[in-house]
């Protein structure tokens, strides 16, 4: 009994840290602009696709070391999806800045739509799953009948550390000190001389990368990976930023991890629960919604704009 | 009146106009301020006084009319609010806008940020100089917070939001001085506070005054407008009424009838 409970805990730990990287992109997207950026599910997914194809290319150029093709695939799906996220801002959201809150929820779908269609329609075979890369598939460490695979020991590290990097930036640096004050009060912080513009770039910057890492963990642990996989993690995403409170970066990593509990126990405890997983994840989201709009967690003075 | 000094002044309003749909909230305003002054603004509620501040700092557009700024002339109505800031502008708010999930100390850094320099990429990986400018800029901070007693810098790695309402108000100044603003423009710096707390603040503003700097203020307590104010500007429906020293304006028959009624100038 306790060793399935150790492998649940196990498992709610590696999808746990997926959920949380997304749902901090969430959270600071709707910090500095109010912005319920649905496309963010698709930046996640296009993470994968690059991770997938660092993966051949590696492949191509006779790089055998799995650890460096891993490192490779998360660096590059990380840069790629931080510039593919500042061009959305640039070009998508920043003609709609301003304007009411739906209009942009509406220019983000609409962004996640031509993501996702032209992944399906110009990717070679875009419309079909693909395999994904896997250097360490067959390894793992076994403690009686509990299994934590090297992908998974590795995936629960590295979400910790971009969580780490991600806690540093935010308190750390003026960058993440000009977010969190652009997310309380934007003009304010414009009169003291920040440049909303660049605070703006910044996050989608760091979001979009997480977005990124959050898709090749994605390809990493599931071993396949879809052009339409982004909707179903974004509403996930959404869901954990929402339990934590939008806005509020440490409530998205916590809302990442319950998200993830929701799921594993749904697994455990229901007979055939992996079938209604998603089921329970939107429950939640429905019941947080209805009943505590701003969050389980509670910061002082929170604006919710 | 004392005759306008050209080269003294620091901030020159020409017919500026704000028509907010037919509401005119501030209409062909002329305005002069002198550097190296305390200058105060009076005026009933809704006679413009917020909203001029907010045209100055390019946060509402301009209607018609000129705001320059500076030796330099620099024409504040075409500049993007941030870098009004970078010219030398900075200000506080009538209804305090400190950052309140932020650290008292972070509130001051913020007003700092145009003197930072390291990019995304420096904050990223912090290089020594990265971390030396953070350093300085810490320390700057405190000198800064240090002007207000132990009041705030007792308090500097709390949350804004654990500041009593009078030590935000200084906070919000705090924050302004920061940025090593040319003028300071105060909104209301003592609303809300009791005639002890005025009189301290009437104190700090005199030794942020002493320290160099211009500043605009608009104010409500006549208290402190008779104890700060070297010259006085009184606004009504968004015009400038009277100005000149506060006893000649505060017994100029328009602001008399503007604050009190035409009623109470007949008595």
Known sequence: ?305 | MEPADLDNTILKCQGLTKNFGGVLAINNLDLEVQKGKITAIIGPNGSGKTTFFNLVMHLYDATSGQVVFGTENTNLLELPTHSINRVGLARTFQTLRLFLNLTVLENVLIGMSSQLNSGFGAALIKPKWAREEDKLAEEKALEILSLFGSRLISMCNEPASSLSYANRRRMEIARCVASQPKLILLDEPVAGMNPTETREVIKDIQKIHEAGHTILLIEHDMTLVEGVAEHVFAFDHGSKIAEGQFKEVSNHPAVVEAYLGKQALKQ
């Open chain 1, 1 to 305: 009994m306790i060793e399935t409970w150790a492998q649940q805990l196990i498992n709610g730990l590696t999808i746990g840290g997926m959920y949380t990287l997304v749902a901090v992109g969430f959270t600071l997207f709707f910090g500095v602009l109010r912005l319920i950026n649905f496309a963010h599910g698709e930046v996640f997914m296009l993470g994968g696709f690059v991770g997938l194809v660092v993966a051949w290319s590696a492949e191509g150029l006779g790089i055998t070391n799995g650890i460096i093709i891993v490192l490779l695939m998360f660096l590059i799906a990380m840069g790629v999806c931080a510039i593919i996220g500042a061009v959305m801002e640039r070009f998508a959201y920043r003609p709609v800045r301003g304007m009411p809150v739906l209009i942009m929820l509406v220019t983000s779908l609409a962004v996640g739509i031509v993501v996702r269609e032209a992944v399906k329609e110009f990717f070679p075979e875009g419309a079909n799953p693909h395999a994904f890369f896997s250097p360490f598939k067959y390894e793992s460490i076994n403690f009686g009948s509990v299994i934590l695979d090297y992908t998974q020991l590795g995936l629960i590290i590295s979400s910790l550390l971009l969580v780490y990097g991600v806690h540093l930036l935010v308190t750390k640096t003026w960058v993440g000190r000009a977010m969190r004050a652009t997310s309380e009060d934007l003009d304010a912080a414009r009169m003291m001389g920040i440049e909303s513009d660049v605070v703006i770039r910044n996050t989608f910057f760091l979001g979009s990368a997480l977005g990124g890492a959050a898709g090749v963990m994605n390809g990493l642990y599931y071993l396949s990976i879809r052009f339409d996989m982004g909707w179903v993690m974004a509403i996930k995403g959404f869901t954990a930023a929402v339990i934590g409170g939008l806005g509020n970066v440490y409530g998205a990593m916590f809302g990442g991890y319950i998200v993830a509990a929701v799921e594993v126990l749904t697994v455990a405890l229901i007979p055939e629960g992996s079938r209604y997983k998603d089921v329970f994840v939107f429950l939640l989201l429905i019941l947080v919604l209805v009943f505590r709009p701003s969050g389980l967690l509670k910061t002082p003075a929170q604006k919710m704009g």
